[in-house]
Each structure stands twice: as structure tokens, then as C-alpha cells.
């Protein structure tokens, strides 16, 4: 049974630094394309960053490149995301998500695309 399991996030004033983790079990890591999703009211959810690791493939948003950072840790057996210089435009709940096999090259940050998704978790930049 796949399970995606959140933590990190809460708030923080802008110019600040957050990290979210998703803990990943019951598919194989290397061979999953893991993704970090965020949505905000009335807006559709918006992919941010991709990370395949049996390619090193990585994909940001241009929204959020430059500024977020997206990598696995082996030993926890998750995928961070580490967000520097956050904006308020930035808050946002945010989601980890998970499917079998490669990042597609386009629509990677296609909600459409995964089939698994963490619980999410609230983001909230102040000014």
C-alpha cells in the first residue's frame, strides 16, 4: 500500500526559509517521480518541482526556481523540499505527490499525472 506522509511547513515572515519532507512507502524510490504541488483559494493546484532519482531529473516552476530546492534523502526515504527567500505569494497548501516511473519531459506539473498525494500541509507567508 502506497502511503505519503507530510511534515514541515507552518509560518514564517517573508524573506524566510521553510522546509517540507515527504516520507514515501510502498514503492520504490529511485524508479518513483516525486513531486511537490501548492494551492491556494480559488486557484488550481499548481505543480512547483519534480525530482526523478534513477535519472537525477529535476524540474522547478519558474515561479519558485532559483528559491526552492527539491531532493531525496535516502536514509529517511523522502523527498525535501527546502524553500529559501519566501514570498507571500508563496502561501499556499501544499501537497507532495508520487507515481510509478519517470517524470513526463511535459506536464510534469500536471495534477492529472499523479497518483498519489500526501495530506498536505499550510504554508503561510507574512509580510
Known amino acids: 500500500q502506497v502511503h505519503l506522509a507530510q511534515s514541515g511547513g507552518g509560518s514564517v515572515q517573508a524573506g524566510g526559509s521553510l522546509k517540507l519532507s515527504c516520507g514515501l512507502s510502498?514503492?520504490?524510490?529511485?524508479?518513483?517521480?516525486m513531486a511537490w504541488f501548492r494551492q491556494s483559494p480559488g486557484r488550481e493546484r499548481e505543480g512547483i518541482a519534480a525530482?526523478?532519482?534513477?535519472?537525477?531529473?529535476?524540474d522547478y516552476a519558474g515561479s519558485v526556481r532559483g528559491r526552492f530546492t527539491i531532493s531525496q534523502d535516502n536514509a529517511q526515504n523522502s523527498v525535501d523540499l527546502q524553500m529559501d527567500s519566501l514570498k507571500a505569494e508563496d502561501t499556499a497548501m501544499y501537497y507532495c505527490?508520487?507515481?510509478?516511473?519517470?517524470?513526463?519531459?511535459?506536464?510534469?506539473?500536471?495534477?492529472?499525472?499523479?497518483?498519489?498525494w500526501g495530506q498536505g500541509t499550510q504554508v503561510t507567508v507574512s509580510t
Open positions: 510502498g514503492l520504490t524510490p529511485s524508479r518513483t517521480c
Open positions: 525530482f526523478y532519482s534513477d535519472t537525477n531529473r529535476i
Open positions: 505527490a508520487a507515481s510509478a516511473g519517470p517524470c513526463p519531459l511535459v506536464g510534469w506539473d500536471k495534477a492529472d499525472y499523479f497518483t498519489f
